[in-house]
Every structure is written in structure tokens, then in C-alpha cells.
């Protein structure tokens, strides 16, 4: 296939997006910045768990979970799964509380600010947008990855050209922007899902596949000799699956576009049943069909395909070569990138609007200068992402994952416990942070062997702080007042 057609995609799904930025700009004009970073505050649920569905396949969902699947076998898919859906569990009744503890806030960071002081909530605002930035590269080079294996274009141009387009309508639309697309986005995701997976296995054929992964377990010869890939109990794959937990915590908690999405769902009963079909019913599925089919399939061929984060396209170039089929991949992949950018992006335009710029930068802004500067920042931080991801060719997508953990889970016992502790005081919340931080990285990087190190580094820098957090909030003599949560009154207006 010439690249003739992944530029036709480009072309074709810049102007849908970007147009329909215009349109629900101009159809709900954003009448402050409590409109434009929290859509008003009454999405209905069916929406808003369309939207936390594709916010959460990631490309990674799509690719890294089938690398996962010739990684560790047939358990690599169920691992990534549960692995991933677990920190939801977390979220859930997190911002459940948060709602009702502190109806106007619009931020995470608002409440670290009020439950723990300023510079708490300064090192909580690094880490929520050190992780948005972070998401964003991994879609920006999953999406490169496909386009380059499957149409032969510029990995730079693939990954480059969907974060532009996503970094137009979220500047140009706000939340609403993002909501409204993944709507769309959701249909044709599920829908490709729905015809690819079928046409893959009556192509490979069960059987055929079956023997190709006894022969990874019985072959010492095979490239991809693994004695456990045919166990859904395996070791390597249920270490991976914890870390899966500790990575996805941070992605999760520190994420202000899941916070943005359930402030504005219209109420908790909305949010509570958008949440729990947007991710136990309509997520989970996905990655255990990717790593078992797309992952499982490549695995029992047995072929050394170099990177293995390109085993779902490998797959898929296989079977349908330059057919519509390897089209409907590369649009499955590059929705999943798209939907996945724009939460992200809303999420850092909410951090920015509300709760940096009137703060730090301008004490008199009108709201109006807020979400002015909230579209620059969106569109600076777009551009930052594509130079990181340039930066980034030929890297793993699990590795790059899996390393991440370390990096975002330490805060998250922190934040926690401020929601629920009265005792937690910020020294301890800070302490932590850094301890746990320290501990995992440290393991890494002096744990010599590389199939344990990032295991034992995820898991440090989790334990660390919640055990540092339990110690502080035992000894301590503090006893927050939760009470002045309600009265909290932002910088901007909140209807």
C-alpha cells in the first residue's frame, strides 16, 4: 500500500476534527472558564462513558498490550487488563467524594492546594502535567509507529501530524470539544474491533495459532522460546500485571482530564454509572482481545519482527496487506491516539486556566485573558510533545510504560490519603513523594537484572509512600478541618 492512503487519512480526519472544533465552538460559545474547561457541568452519563472508554484506549491499549501478549503470552493481555482497570476502583469513589466534599472545585490541584498548602500543590501541578505530556508522547509515538510500518510514511510526519490536529480543536473547543469527538471516535472504534478480530482468526485459524504458541513453549530454538506462554498463571505475567496496577495509578489519579470529565458529568449517580461502563464494561475487553489475538497470533508465528511494539500492525499487514483492513487498523489506532490527546489536553488547559494563570501569572485577569492563555499553553504544549516524540523513535511503547510507573505513582498515596485522612499533614505527603520516588528509581537503575528491576522499582515507588503516609498520619498531631472544602470559592465563576 503507497503512502498514498495514510495521507488521504490525515487530510481527511483533520478537517472532520478540526471542523467540528469550529462548530461546537460556535454551537456552545464558551461563556467562561468554568464552560470552557468543564463543559458546563451537566454532560449526561452516556456520554461521559463513551468518553472515559476511548480516553483509556490508548494506542498503548491497542499495541502495548499486544506486545504484552508476545511478551508474556496468553496471560499478557489479562494482566495488561485487570492491571490497568484496577486504579478506576480508586478513582471512582475518589472524585465521588471530591464532588461532594468540595462542589466548586475544578482541579485536583485546588484541593491539594486547600487540604495541604501551596507547595504541595506545586509539586502536585509537576506531576499532573508532567503526566499529561507524558501520555501524549506515547500516543504521538504510537500513532507514528503504525503509520510508518503500515503505509511506509515518515514516522515523523505520523506522529507529528495527529497531535497537531488534536492540540487545534481542544484549543479551539475546550472539553466539549473533546467529549463531542470521542463520541464519534468511540462507534468507529468499537465498530473496527467488531470486523478485525473475527477476519484475523478464521484467516490464522485457531488451531494454527495454538500450535505455533506450543512451539514457543516447547522450542528452545524459537526466538520467542517462553515456557510460560501458554499460562494464564504465568509469573513473569502476573509481575507484570501488578506493575500494571502501579502504573496506570498515577496515569489515573494524576490525570486532571478524568477529573475534568467527572466535574462535568451532570450528577454522581451519572458519574458512578459512566465510570463503571466506561472501563469495567466497554475497556476491558479490548486489551485482553488485542494481547490474546494481535499479540497471541504474532507470537505463534514464531518470526523475528525486531521491535515488538509492532506486533499489531505486523499482524495486520499480514493478513489483509494493503487491504481496506490495514486502513480500518490504522484508523482504529489513530482514533484511539486522537481521543486519548484530547482528554489529556483538556485536562492540561483546566490546570492552566484555572488554577495557574490568575494565580502565578496575572492576580487580575479577567476570565476571559484565563482561557486565552489556557489556548497558548494547549497549543505550546502540543509542540513540546512532538519534539519529545521525534526524540523517541525505535523506543518500546510497554518499556517506555512501564518506566512511567516510577515516575507517577509515587504522589498518589499522598493525594489519597488528603481525601480521606484528617491526620496526613503535607510534610508527610511531601516526604513521601520523594522517598518513594528515590526508592524506585534507585532500584531500577542499580538492580542489574533487567527482568526484575522495573518490577521491584514500580512496587517501591507505591509501598514506599503509602508506608511513609500511614507512619506520618499515625504520629501525627495534625486533624484537618474538611468542613471549609465547601466553602471554597475559585478564582473564576461557577454556576
Not at 495488561?80 to 490541584?109: C, D, E, S
Amino acid at each position: 500500500m503507497g503512502d498514498y492512503y495514510g495521507y488521504l487519512i490525515l487530510g481527511i480526519f483533520a478537517v472532520i476534527f478540526i471542523g467540528i472544533s469550529f462548530i461546537v465552538s460556535k454551537r456552545f460559545p464558551a461563556e467562561g472558564v468554568d464552560d470552557f474547561v468543564a463543559a458546563g457541568r451537566g454532560i449526561p452519563s452516556a456520554l461521559i462513558a463513551a468518553s472515559v472508554m476511548v480516553s483509556w484506549v490508548w494506542t498503548t491499549t491497542l499495541m502495548g498490550s499486544a506486545e504484552a501478549g508476545m511478551t508474556f503470552g496468553i496471560s499478557g493481555g489479562l494482566n495488561y487488563a485487570w492491571g490497568n482497570a484496577v486504579p478506576f476502583f480508586v478513582l471512582i469513589p475518589l472524585v465521588l467524594h471530591l464532588r461532594k466534599k468540595m462542589p466548586k472545585a475544578t482541579t485536583f490541584t485546588e484541593f491539594v492546594e486547600q487540604r495541604y498548602g501551596r507547595t504541595a500543590s506545586k509539586i502536585f501541578f509537576f506531576f499532573g502535567v508532567a503526566v499529561i505530556l507524558y501520555v501524549l508522547v506515547e500516543q504521538s509515538v504510537g500513532i507514528g509507529i503504525v503509520f510508518n510500518s503500515m503505509f511506509g510514511i515518515p514516522y515523523e510526519i505520523g506522529a507529528a501530524v495527529p497531535i497537531l490536529i488534536v492540540t487545534v480543536y481542544i484549543a479551539k473547543a475546550g472539553l466539549r470539544g473533546s467529549i463531542f469527538n470521542d463520541v464519534i471516535q468511540f462507534f468507529i472504534i468499537s465498530v473496527i474491533l467488531l470486523v478485525t478480530v473475527p477476519v484475523l482468526l478464521k484467516t490464522l485459524g485457531m488451531e494454527n495459532i495454538y500450535n505455533g504458541l506450543v512451539d514457543v513453549v516447547t522450542n528452545p530454538d524459537n526466538p520467542y522460546h517462553n515456557e510460560g506462554a501458554l499460562s494464564l498463571g504465568s509469573a513473569a505475567g502476573f509481575r507484570y500485571g501488578l506493575t500494571a496496577v502501579v502504573v496506570a495509578m498515577g496515569q489515573v489519579l494524576l490525570d486532571q482530564g478524568y477529573y475534568s470529565k467527572a466535574i462535568a458529568t451532570a450528577s454522581s449517580k451519572s458519574l458512578l454509572k459512566a465510570y463503571i461502563i466506561g472501563t469495567v464494561v466497554a475497556w476491558v475487553p479490548i486489551p485482553m482481545i488485542c494481547g490474546g489475538i494481535f499479540g497471541g497470533a504474532t507470537l505463534s508465528l514464531g518470526t523475528d519482527i525486531g521491535l515488538t511494539s509492532e506486533a499489531a500492525p505486523y499482524i495486520m499487514k499480514l493478513i489483509y496487506g494493503g487491504g481496506l483492513g490495514a486502513v480500518m487498523f490504522v484508523l482504529m489506532v489513530f482514533m484511539a491516539g486522537m481521543t486519548t490527546g484530547g482528554g489529556c489536553l483538556s485536562g492540561l488547559q483546566a490546570l492552566f486556566t484555572a488554577d495557574f494563570y490568575k494565580k502565578y501569572v496575572n492576580k487580575t485577569a479577567t476570565e476571559k485573558q484565563q482561557m486565552s492563555f489556557g489556548r497558548k499553553i494547549t497549543f505550546a504544549a502540543g509542540i513540546l510533545v512532538i519534539v519529545i516524540a521525534l526524540l523517541l523513535k525505535g523506543k518500546s511503547l510497554l518499556m517506555l510504560d512501564i518506566f512511567s510507573g516510577i515516575l507517577f505513582a509515587a504522589p498518589t498515596s499522598s493525594l489519597i490519603a488528603g481525601v480521606y485522612f484528617k491526620k496526613t499533614t503535607a510534610p508527610v505527603a511531601i516526604t513521601s513523594i520523594f522517598c518513594g520516588l528515590g526508592a524506585g528509581l534507585a532500584a531500577f537503575f542499580l538492580i542489574p537484572n533487567d527482568d526484575i528491576n522495573w518490577f521491584v522499582g514500580n512496587i517501591l515507588a507505591l509501598t514506599v509512600p503509602i508506608v511513609i503516609v500511614l507512619i506520618g498520619s499515625a504520629i501525627s498531631k495534625g486533624q484537618f478541618d474538611f468542613d471549609k472544602l465547601a466553602k471554597y470559592e475559585p478564582d473564576h465563576v461557577v454556576k
